[in-house]
Every structure is written in C-alpha cells, then in structure tokens.
C-alpha cells in the first residue's frame, strides 16, 4: 500500500492567537505571513492507521486529554500503548501537567494501566527544575519561591534546589495582614517558577509580585507551561497559562523562559537521550499551540485526537496556530481491529 505520510512543511501559520498573553515560542510569535496550512488529514480506515502505526518507531503522548481526564482513563487508551509495546515501539510521555512529579507520575500511569519506566516521563515541573540546575547554575544559597504544586517542589528538591512557597502558603491571606503590608521582599528568593496550583491565592499572587519587583531584573521568573485550559473529567477548567497571565499583568514582564511545551528544550533532551529519528516519530496531543507545535518545531510527525480541548472549528480553522497533519478521534481508535 502507498504510504500516507507524505513530506509536510512543518510550516507553523499566523496565530489567530487564542492566548490572551503573547506567547514567547518565537516560531509562534514570529510567523504571521498569513498563509495557511494544508488541512489535517484524517486517519479513518484500518489501513491508513496500520499503515501510519507500521512507518513510526516512536509516539510521544501527550497526557492530560490524550491518555485520561483527570483520573478517567481515555477508552482503549491503554491498550492501545501495550499494542505499541507488543510491536517493539518506543513510548515517551511528555506532559505540561507540573501538579506531579516523575516518580509520581508512575503510579499513576500504573493505576490507571499504562506501561511506564521514569525514564520515559517527561513533565514540564522536571523541565524546569532541570533548566534552574544546568542552565541557570542556580546557586545553593539561594530559594525557588513556588506558586504551584508538590510535583514542582518534589523535582526541585532531585535537583538539590531548595523550593518555598507552593502548598505551605496555601491559606488564604487575613485582611490585617492585606491592611498591614506584612509580605515583605526576602533577599533569599532567587528565583519564581509559577505552574498550575488549584489552590493559587492572593497571599501566592502578592509574594511573587514582592519577589519580582522588589529585586528588579534579579529574580528570575520562570513558568513550567501556558496552557490556557486544563481538560478535566469531563469539564474544562482555566490551565497554568490563565494563572500565568495574571502574574504577567501585575509584574508587567513575561517569564525569563516557559520550560514545558512547546519549548524545544525539552525536544532536544528528548532527541539526544533516545537518538530519535524524527521523520520516525510522531506527537501525540489534544492541544494544538503546545503539543502539535511542539512535534512540528522538532520536525515530528503529528496527531492530533479529539478527546481534549480542541473543538472542530479549532482543528479546522484554517489560519490557527498550527494545524496537525493528522487527527483521529481518540487514541482508542488507533487500535487494531
Ligand atoms: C493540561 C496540561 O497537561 P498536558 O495536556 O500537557 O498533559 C496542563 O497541565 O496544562
Ligand atoms: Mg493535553
């Protein structure tokens, strides 16, 4: 049978931009020549999905939308992943979710039936943690003052770096300590590193305000993703991005750097680690300006599934974000029959 991956160019269109807060991804920001994609191409018959399973080495899924919502695993998702297994393919997860950390992120995988090594997971709160540690050097003396959640502070505390912030600041603030003024500017924070908290505050919002403002230009500001819905068990809620823009807004300055996708930081860690040949290896996601830019910025074949936060008229839209070059329902329907 004639192959159906056929040569795309890769080529990320105009953002009609669905963020409300510039991205800083310069493929994205940078390319508004107006022009639009090819449209998605539609894996519908038993052949072409064999076919598109037989010509890849590699799937790199993204998790939340993709491989369950919340804790409802995707239907015939974890099959499928043992499918791929039994046929000798390699199977990566990469996740903008920073709420969890790796080894945590294993039992979950576990629980809800997927195959997983910790090597194979890569989440945007070990992104970041990684970037502090080699990129930044950042120094032993100094603190990580976390808005987000225990995955954050777990990765940070592999990497040696001590975090603050995250689930101890987690009451709300009294109104004398509001009236007072009493969070104060500390000289030991060195860095804020915002990912998705449920429990994010005003008491968080005003200390990394203090943090970033008080030391200008000192402080580094990080965020692990900009997402701007998170697809949950059957409802779609605001995701990082939308906690994100409001920092952004009162500090009037974007993040130093955004670590989870589509950053390709992670890509070439990815890449290196596995020696991947690209044309071989395809991205899996349910969103289209992190996960389907993330595999078209690494040159990957992509995938889109309907389970998550795309809607029909985004999939389609001919001048999005980026369009994938190949969708299916959902992952379930990748299976064999
Ligand atoms: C929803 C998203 O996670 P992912 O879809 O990358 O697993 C996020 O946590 O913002
Ligand atoms: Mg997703």
Not at 14 to 39: I, K
Not at 195 to 209: E, H, L, T, V, W
Not at 211 to 227: P, W
Request: charged fraction near 20%.
């Amino acid at each position: 049978m004639e192959s159906i991956i056929t040569p795309q160019p890769h080529r990320l269109v105009s953002s009609g931009s669905e963020h409300p807060v510039q991205s800083s991804t310069p493929a994205l920001a940078g390319t508004s020549d107006g022009g639009s994609s090819p449209p998605s191409h539609h894996l519908s018959t038993p052949e072409e999905i064999s076919s598109f399973v037989d010509q890849m080495d590699t799937f790199i899924f993204d998790c939340d939308g993709v491989l369950w919502l919340g804790n409802d695993t995707i239907k015939g998702a974890p099959e499928f992943l043992h499918e791929l297994v039994a046929k000798g393919k390699r199977i990566i997860y990469v996740t903008n979710n920073s709420s969890k950390s790796r080894k945590t992120y294993v039992g979950k995988f576990k629980k809800l039936g997927f195959p997983a090594e910790p090597d194979n997971i890569f989440g945007s709160a070990y992104a970041a943690a990684y970037y502090l540690k080699n990129m930044l050097n950042f120094p032993a003396d100094k603190k990580v003052y976390v808005v987000g959640m225990q995955g954050i502070v777990d990765e940070l505390a592999e990497m040696g770096i001590q975090a603050v912030g995250a689930g101890d600041d987690n009451a709300p603030l009294q109104e004398t300590e509001f009236e007072n003024g009493t969070l104060g500017p500390d000289e030991s924070i060195g860095a804020v590193l915002l990912g998705f908290d449920s429990q994010i505050n005003y008491r968080k919002y005003a200390k990394a305000f203090t943090y970033l403002t008080a030391n200008k230009g000192k402080v580094h500001f990080l965020a692990t993703n900009e997402d701007r819905t998170y697809p949950i068990s059957g409802s779609i809620y605001p995701g990082t991005g939308s906690l994100l823009a409001a920092l952004i807004h009162s500090v009037n300055r974007r993040p130093d750097a955004v670590l989870g996708k589509p950053s390709q930081n992670m890509m070439n860690t990815i890449l290196e680690r596995f020696h991947l040949d690209p044309a071989r290896t395809c991205m899996v996601g349910d969103r289209l300006d992190t996960d389907i830019a993330f595999g078209k910025l690494g040159k990957l074949h992509t995938l889109l599934v309907m389970t998550g936060v795309t809607s029909v008229e985004e999939r389609d839209a001919k001048k999005g974000p980026v369009t994938a070059e190949y969708w299916i329902e959902s992952v379930g329907h990748l299976r064999q029959r």
